[in-house]
């Protein structure tokens, strides 16, 4: 059985909806990372972890409580955890994800870390403001980002706990393609049937548009300093993982926009 332990948010609805309790054996609810004791995830043979999308207010930003569903996990005699872990783990801001993967690797568990690479979807309200003024702006002049649809990663997490593997593996999941935002803008166009054009802004002008849009401070200043670096080509290398878990082709850039924009992503 799967027993999906999750933290409220967008990535961990993503992976419920794509957790078929018909297709799959599962536990018919997700539990909190604070409730999963080892008493709780009894009679569980693969536990799949999504953490929370930021640090929490504990001391130690979370990794206590995620470190300790891996404990819990280990004395419930699971077979094998999945944890959604994020691209550069080890340097990432977010502390939590290293220690997760940290305690993971102490363990005798089995368990499959996948580093997700960046979801598509962060790009939705300069994606929607673009299919109404017809423009893209940015802080991107140049380079390629390797976004992939949140969908296809939770899709390909449910497929590598449903496999439920005696080993240890760490893998990285992006999209299956990378596009810049010359290419986003194209497909704004193509989807809402009118000419969208990129224009390359200043982050001040980016953080200015997102707040028209009423993106919170956090993640409108996370979203502008991302597609500032894509210059440095860094984001837009490709994993070929994706393709190879899903049952079918991954989200082109053309599916994502459209989704995002009819609401369906």
Known sequence: MIQLVAAPGRLATAVDLALDRDRYDAASAALAPERASARELEGADTVLLVPPAGETSDDDGGAGVLTAVVDAALAAGVRHVVYLSVAGAPLS?????????????????????????????VLAPLIRRA??????????????????????????AVVVAAQC???????????????????????????AGRSVAHRHGEVADVLALLAEEELPPGPAQALARLLALLPSQALGVVSPHLAGLLPRPPATVREIVRDLLVGRA
Do not use: C, K, N, Q
């Open 93 to 121: 801001p977010l502390r939590f994800h290293a220690a997760v993967e940290e305690r993971l690797d102490a363990s005798p568990l089995a368990h499959t870390v996948l580093r997700l690479g960046i979801a598509a979807d």
């Open 131 to 156: 299919s109404v003024t017809g423009e893209l702006v940015t802080p991107a002049a140049a380079g390629r980002l390797a976004a992939g649809s949140r969908r296809d990663y939770a899709e390909a």
């Open 165 to 191: 593997p005696e080993h240890r593996v760490v893998g990285e999941l992006t999209g299956a393609s990378a596009f810049t935002m010359d290419d986003v803008a194209t497909e704004i166009g193509a989807v």
